[in-house]
């Protein structure tokens, strides 16, 4: 019998963000959520939901920014956050007009829950492309990627956007920024300096000079091929896999679903759309929905489509927390290399959710076929929410496994 719990609770939306994760995170959530900063004691939630108590929305170096900030006393002004994970900073800085740039769909989320449940009603927008502001900013405060090339990315759509009279603030944790990021900083923006570490975090202060690159610069690349099916992939800054196929996709690659007509089928956590394209050139008619929480995985697929697949009007692209956006009973198949890890932190949680969605959106009939290293265990997870699992291919770090919703 399949077993319900805290995982399987019915999926709806509240206002755009997912509100299964609040639920299942008021169950029981022993996360620390109250941050006190300057004269704020701010209410932030991790998104989604861990039961991990050593998980916060916020780290030590958002406290130094946001203390760092408001000793310079500054008006209302413009200010442009940059990768803040979960809304600390957007909910600290709520004085002034606020345009927030995040890759992720689950920050964004987070934005608008933390500002709504602590009664914050900022001029705020959010953006998913630095290419989008549209106005003179004052302040940019920038919380460094993870990824370099999503670093070289931004600073140099940063030099677009900032002038002189810009103050840029940055900050990561001190470990994480070496003489090479400050180097990034000078070449792309400006002279560039940093603080001492305070609990273990530093900020950069850079003043921008008369560094423009161009608007329409397109960004870097990093472009590799596969023989079978034969397919280029190109990767945007930042994606999964940006320099060569990942050895589970490569698994994966060798035993994609053939022979499956004019099924639906949905690639869950996309990244560059390797799986997905492979699934559309062994089945010229299956209709193909990439869909990641990262939106430069999602451009990457798109763009890999129009480049590997004569027609691309059967490929759809979605921007989105699993699947939440997907209708009930719409699809025949779901393919996925599920992520093991939400930003530095290693967890299950987000296969779990992954699973459960995919439970909701196969139609009867319908089945997932996922690729995993064999020590994660997936088998347990998808036999108990499928009440089925086979494995359809192993080597010695990965397997396959299928089930099929009854
Ligand atoms: C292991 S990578 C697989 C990428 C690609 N399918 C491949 O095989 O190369 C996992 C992907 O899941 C995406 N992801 C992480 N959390 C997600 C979420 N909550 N919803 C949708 N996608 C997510 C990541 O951005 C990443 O692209």
Redesign the pocket.
Known sequence: MRQFDAFLLPRFTLGGYNSANLIRQRISNPMKTIFEVNNLELTLERFPCSNDENLQAWDSADQYLLEYIEQLKLEPANVLIINDTFGALVCGLNQHNIIAQSDSF?AKQAYQYNLEANHLTPSFKHISDLSQVDVNIDLVVFKLPKSNSMLIEQLRQLSNIVSPTTQVIAAAKAKDIHSSTLKLFDKHLGSTTTSLAKKKSRLIFCQPGNKHTGRNLAPDLHTWSTSSPALTISNLPG???NSSL?L??QL?LENIPSNIGDSTVI??????G??GLAVAKNNPQAQVTF????YM?VESSRLNVSNNISDPQRCNFLW???LTDIEFDSADWIIC???FH?LQTITDH?AW?MFNDAYRVLNKGGKIRIVGNRHLGYHIKLQRIFDNCITVASNGKFVILESTRL
């Open positions: 689950i994606v999964f896999a990942d589970g996709a994966m690639d869950l956590g996309c990244g560059n390797v799986l869909t990641d929480e990262s995985a989105n927390d699993c290399n599920p992520p939400q987000i959710q």
